[in-house]
């Protein structure tokens, strides 16, 4: 009777459900999928919301800019009557170039932030994706003498 022999080194490594390549891409596209996939559902959801509160501020940002060059060529505003009703009261508009500027900054800067959340969510999801078996333990404890936050890592 033969005897078979066991290769402890070939031992079948459990892989992750994404690997690291398509986590980032999942999530690069879509910031926490990926993180929902490999079982960090907290961290999805805090990518999810973040994304969410961004396009909204965007949205809020673009109306605003759009608001500012219509009302830009309107250089004296009414802003009432004199004790006759007849002569107007007017005032410089606030609409200016300078405001439009700024209203675009405010455009460009939520973009900006935007694409910063897709790309963190893409790196975090890389290198879960590398770690997702990795078990660890993270506690944190008020203490007389301050707060200590320990950690337990198993290899």
């Known amino acids: 009777m033969r ?3 066991a290769d402890s080194t070939r031992a079948r490594i459990p892989k992750p459900p994404l690997s690291p390549r398509r986590a980032f891409l999942y999530s690069l596209a879509l910031p926490g999928y990926s993180q929902s996939v490999l079982g960090r559902p ?12 961004a396009l909204v501020m965007l949205r809020e940002s673009a109306a605003d800019l ?6 830009r060529t309107d250089s004296l505003v009414v802003i009432g009557y004199d004790e006759t009703g007849v002569t107007p009261i007017t005032q410089v508009s606030a609409y200016n170039d ?3 500027d700024i209203r675009r900054g405010h455009v460009e800067d939520w973009i900006a932030f935007i694409v910063a959340n897709h790309l963190f969510a ?6 879960a994706a590398h770690l997702w078996d990795l078990p660890t333990q993270i506690s944190i ?9 320990a950690a337990k890592v198993s290899w």
């Open 3 to 5: 005897r078979s022999t």
């Open 42 to 53: 907290t961290a999805g959801a805090l990518f999810v919301l973040t994304e969410s509160i």
């Open 66 to 71: 759009r608001q500012a060059r219509r009302f």
């Open 98 to 100: 300078r405001l439009v």
């Open 122 to 127: 893409a790196a975090d999801a890389y290198v």
């Open 141 to 149: 404890e008020s203490r007389r003498d301050g707060t200590a936050l």
